[in-house]
């Protein structure tokens, strides 16, 4: 079976600082991998994808940066975190032979820039 | 860019009501999800439907397609407290590797 990882799970970061969020996925080839950014209690913001190695789509400009450095590792990064910066991470999944675009996310990671 | 708007935003309802939640677009979908999200945690895929006027049932929890794959909704027959959670609807395009999410209904079922 397959399964996503994603860590850390919170995370309280100062203004200016690094950032590093990672995800992995077990039990599967050749996913095409998300990033989101959720408010709370709100949808989800597609912030990257990607459908291969060292191949990322960016949807939204930021500050933040993606990439994928295995076939089942995705990494979000940042030089330098703003206040703004703060939310719900989520990584997906999905499968390529999977024609109806069912995503699969993992836990999340909370991240409160300060 | 392609907008779902779900709506109500926010539903708290009583131990046994029934309610439905509602997922609309101006744009034509491949196929619709539906997730439910706890607090802290990455939303589950609760079903998917991809043909219009298709009816899936999954215990208390009925999802339709709308004939014009347009719209969806969400009814949940007798809530119980453990249905609490955000709801999310969404789409796909059949050209795009992405999907497009809904706002979210927050409902919280109390006993």
């Known amino acids: 079976s397959q399964t996503i990882h994603q860590w850390p799970a919170t995370l309280v970061q100062p203004v200016g600082s690094p950032l590093s969020l990672e995800c992995t996925v077990e039990?599967?080839?050749?996913?095409?991998l998300y990033w989101y950014r959720q408010a709370a209690g709100r949808g989800l913001q597609l912030l990257f994808y990607?459908?291969?190695?060292?191949?990322i789509s960016s949807e939204v400009p930021q500050n933040l940066s993606a990439s994928r450095p295995q076939d089942r590792q995705f990494i979000l990064s940042s030089k330098k975190l703003l206040l703004s910066d703060s939310g719900f991470y989520l990584c997906?999944?999905?499968?390529?032979?999977?024609?109806?675009?069912?995503?699969?996310f993992g836990p999340g990671t909370r991240l409160t820039v300060l | 860019t392609q907008l779902l708007e779900q709506s109500p935003q926010f539903l708290s309802i009583q131990e046994g009501e029934n309610l439905t939640v509602y997922c609309n677009s101006s744009?034509?979908?491949?196929?619709l999800q539906w997730y439910r999200q706890e607090p802290g945690e990455g939303p589950v895929l609760l079903v998917t439907?991809?043909?219009?006027?298709e009816v899936k049932k999954l215990k208390r929890l009925t999802f339709q397609f709308g004939d014009a794959r347009k719209d969806s909704s969400l009814h949940i027959t007798a809530a119980q407290p453990g249905d609490t959670g955000l709801y999310l609807c969404?789409?796909?395009?059949?050209?795009?590797?992405?999907?497009?999410f809904g706002s979210g209904t927050q409902l919280t079922v109390l006993p």
């Open positions: 039990g599967t080839s050749n996913p095409n």
């Open positions: 969404a789409g796909a395009r059949s050209s795009a590797r992405q999907l497009t």
């Open positions: 997906a999944w999905k499968r390529l032979a999977l024609s109806y675009n069912e995503q699969f």
């Open positions: 990607s459908v291969g190695i060292g191949q």
């Open positions: 439907v991809v043909t219009g006027g």
């Open positions: 744009s034509v979908f491949s196929s």
